[in-house]
């Protein structure tokens, strides 16, 4: 395996969590300080000289699109160490951990995923001294490099699979008539639910706008354009003369919400 070289600059500790309930409470940002905090006393017997922090930040954002992480490539120099728990607190994809590695290598930087690998670097300063066959074929840091694309590749899958639950709860809630965000769609209006602590907002119906809502979707059945069906309304339905037909696109292209359909 890597071993680490032995000249070490600044050691910078990374952490980050992605909801603003847990910047509250602070448990799982103290946790993963705590927990570098002991890794870098135990490798190297010296404390962390700075945590850069992101406190509520989606890990989806690209690195230098999150403000702690962007000040920290804004620092980081040759020799410098950076720990962090685990992979997913710093790369946001399988493609940006894998490109993430060559720059690391050149900037001179070894990185710890402490929670993951322990004491064994994930990425090391580049041999400057190692050139042609002999740096292409360096197996270690090879198989290093497939390993930490592997995990990237599941850290990414697994996030994969909490938006796909995320957006079949909004679903629910939208098939119950409740409102997942956005503007008011037309045909509703809004009234505010109490469910414990949260509070949802519930889609109305309004009932001469679902009376223009069942011309639109009846002229759509027979087949007719957006500016005929706009004219079907102006004509059918007082006080909506100047419904535009724009309006009847977006209309036809909204997802459902609401208990009928909704923008």
């Not at 979707?217 to 957006?226: S, T």
Request: some cysteine.
């Amino acid at each position: 395996m890597i071993k680490p070289r032995k000249q070490i600059n600044n050691i910078y500790g990374y952490v980050r969590v992605s909801s603003d309930q847990q910047v509250k409470d602070g448990s799982s940002l103290d946790e993963q300080k705590r927990t570098i905090e002991e890794f870098v006393q135990a490798k190297f017997n010296r404390p962390v000289d700075k945590f850069f922090i992101d406190a509520g930040v989606s890990g989806m954002k690209d690195l230098v699109d999150r403000p702690g992480s962007r000040d920290l490539t804004d620092v980081m120099d040759r020799h410098d160490v950076i720990v962090t728990t685990k992979l997913d607190r710093l790369a946001r994809s399988f493609v940006e951990m894998v490109n993430m590695i060559p720059m690391l290598e050149e900037t001179g930087i070894t990185l710890y995923f402490c929670e993951m690998f322990g004491d064994i670097p994930v990425v090391l300063p580049k041999d400057q001294e190692s050139t042609g066959l002999e740096a292409k074929l360096d197996m270690a840091r090879i198989n290093n490099r497939n390993l930490v694309a592997t995990l990237a590749q599941f850290a990414e899958f697994e996030r994969d699979m909490i938006k796909s639950r995320l957006s079949a709860g909004k679903i629910a809630w939208a098939e119950k008539g409740y409102s997942i965000g956005g503007h008011v769609p037309f045909g509703y209006k809004k009234e505010y639910e109490d469910h414990g602590a949260k509070r949802h907002t519930k889609l109305v119906p309004i009932p001469e706008e679902q009376e223009v809502l069942k011309t639109i979707y009846a002229c759509k059945e027979r087949g007719l354009g957006a500016r005929r069906i706009a004219k079907q309304v102006q004509n059918l339905h007082p006080g909506y003369e100047d419904f535009p037909y724009h309006k009847v696109h977006k209309i036809l292209n909204r997802k459902f919400q609401g208990l009928n359909q909704a923008v």
